[in-house]
């Protein structure tokens, strides 16, 4: 029989336990954003985008202004080449490789204003490229992207990029000379080796370019031999860090006897005498400074021109001045070499153009040190992402992309896209086209000034233009009087008069030259801008023209070309010693100051009057006359549409016996104005 198991109550079932993974080690910092990488990777894609949108900001309505005063330098050498008319050289072809450029957009299509500017357009094309090329070769490729997109919108470069004048060319052969002068130098010297190249630290190709590069650079504008104090101050900061102290020490003393003869006095004398024979004097005096002048006008206004670039900057770079002028600093940390060629190759002739070479100072003049200002705001963002990686360095792809961008975003915030959409849609052809930041001068248009004249003018008319290259080129004739009595002189520094022409002949370069040829020329026209009533212009032969030419407001629109003609045949004008157009646009307000001489016994008199004739007033609260800057009488309006005179009267305690300014103004706030402003042609003040 089966034995019987002995029954044992069952246990308990056993309470399971959750398995959970191992807690691993200490978790790795997460992946941040791979920068390096990630600009290698869209480098060439996003230079190629800033590219094709600055070549588009800067093409776009590129003939749509008339050409400037300056443009003509290059535009009526090249047309007069290709046409068989004239010389490829002349006194004031600075930039000759400009006109150069020029030849062949002109030899297919015909002296276009598009194609005067186009190699401009090139060039500034250009600039965005080498300033990417310089910026990475300097530290990387990310410095270089952030340069190439301030450069893309920066205002100052598009605007240059578009005139037909040596500045965008300038800007792309001086970076392009920095560029080969780095390649060639930057080799550290080998003592022992074998090729003298390898011994001296030098590239024999880039080496070589150099001259060829320089040459180039010079023939675009003078201001390229600037490029011997970069040399001279970079080679010497490179010797005082230990980077081949030989290689650089003798560098910089090649460069010392040009700097030396050029900043003392007595040197910079010597050489002056030997360069005159050889350039053209005004370049001699221009290039070796006058110190005595220098002390004068540091005495007098210190910083003027300092001010001037350094507005330049502020204005242009925007959100990124100040992170500019820290990267200037920043790029010693980042790389001491390439923060040696930063600093000397903006603040060198930053500190020469405001400080030694500083007549005339212009903020155009800077635009060949602007490109490393760009580089060194490149520099500062590259210098805080590394900073905010060492310091967090569990920092999030969010915020990573962030810093990387945020450069980017501040050039967008910053542009000045109000006056480079100005400029790409041409939505403003006359007047201050962009901030006087940027260019202080007023654009004129004179294509439809120079229709009227071609429209209305006979065989054997005489003609004189304020600008003879403007009335050259839309009228294309090479015959023009320039109508202009003073000059500029170099040594006094100051304004002169020209002197009569003993010889006779056709000439409005004196009061006298104007008043013989106009009255042995049966015929002719005097095309005038703002020149007109500038320090250019003697006095007596401005109020002469009003007294004995014929004005034609319909000329143009704006009157901001004034048209004059005389025929001797005619009556002068009646009662005519001014002409003032104002209201037509609103950059056009006010008139100058003139200045008027009152007798003493004017003041006896029972009552004194204005008298005035005008056309175009349309209300009496259009035009003012405003005596000694603190009174202002209202012109009455114009009952027809022809001239009228009419007279008020003024109270005597405005005016004051002797010296007496008087100014015209157009108060657009206040009238119904259909005729768009008003021109006045005869002021008086007399007793009644």
Known sequence: MASKKKHQPSRPAQKQELKRPPSPAKSAPRPVVDWPAMANRYAVPGLAAFLVVGFLI?????????????????????????EGTGPLLTD????????????????????????????????????????YRMGAHLFNRYVGLVAAFGATFSLYLVFWSRMGRNYAILGFFSLLLGYVFLRATEQKATPDAPGWWQRAGLSPKHTLLIPVVGLLSLLSHQLSFFFVFTVGVYAAIMAAQGIDRKKYTWMAGITLPFLLAVLIPPLGSVLKSILQPLLLSNIAEWAIPDWGRLGKLFSE?????????????????????????????????VRPAAGAWLLASFLV???????????????????????????AAGVFFYALWQWVRSKTPDLSNT?????????????????????????????????????????????????GACAFVEKNQKQGDLLMSTVPTAASYYLDRNDVLWFRQAYYDNQSKSYKFNAPNPAGGPSAASFEDLVRTVQQNPRGWLIADYY???????????????????????????????????????PRPERQNLVVE???????????????????????????????????IDTNREGLVLFNGQNAAWLPPNNGSGVEEQSVPIPREWIRPGPNTIQVLYEPERPRDPRKGFTLYFLSITGK
Do not use: C
């Open 399 to 447: 915020t990573a992309y962030a810093l990387l961008a945020l450069p980017f975003m501040l050039i967008l915030a910053g542009a000045r896209w109000t006056s480079i959409a100005d400029l790409t849609l041409a939505r403003k052809l006359e007047g201050h086209i962009v901030d006087a930041q940027v260019a202080s001068w007023s654009f004129t248009d004179w294509k």
């Open 301 to 333: 206004k210190p910083l003027e021109a300092f001010n001037l670039y350094n507005n330049r900057l502020r204005y242009d770079l925007h959100w990124l001045y100040l992170p500019a002028l820290a990267g200037l600093v920043v790029a010693f940390r």
């Open 58 to 82: 800067r093409v776009l309505n590129l003939p749509a202004l008339s050409l400037w005063i300056d443009e003509y330098v290059h535009v009526l050498r090249a047309k007069n080449v290709v």
């Open 532 to 570: 007109l009533e500038n320090i250019f212009t003697d006095e007596k032969a401005l109020l002469w023209v009003y007294q004995n030419m014929h004005y034609y407001p319909e000329a143009s629109p704006d009157g901001r070309v004034m048209v004059f003609g005389w025929d001797n045949a005619r």
């Open 349 to 375: 002739p930053f500190l020469l153009l405001s400080f030694v070479f500083r007549e005339p100072f212009l903020s155009r003049y800077l635009i060949f040190a602007y490109p490393y200002i760009l580089i």
């Open 582 to 616: 104002l209201g037509m646009d609103k950059d056009n307000m006010e008139s100058r100051e003139f200045h008027l001489s009152l007798p003493q016994e004017l003041f006896s008199q029972p009552e004194i009057v204005l008298t005035a004739r005008t056309s175009g």
């Open 92 to 131: 004031d072809n600075n930039g000759i490789l400009y006109t150069l450029s020029m030849l062949p957009g002109f030899a297919v299509f015909g002296a276009k204003v598009f194609w005067a500017r186009f190699p401009s357009v090139l060039f500034g094309l250009g600039m965005i490229y080498l300033v």
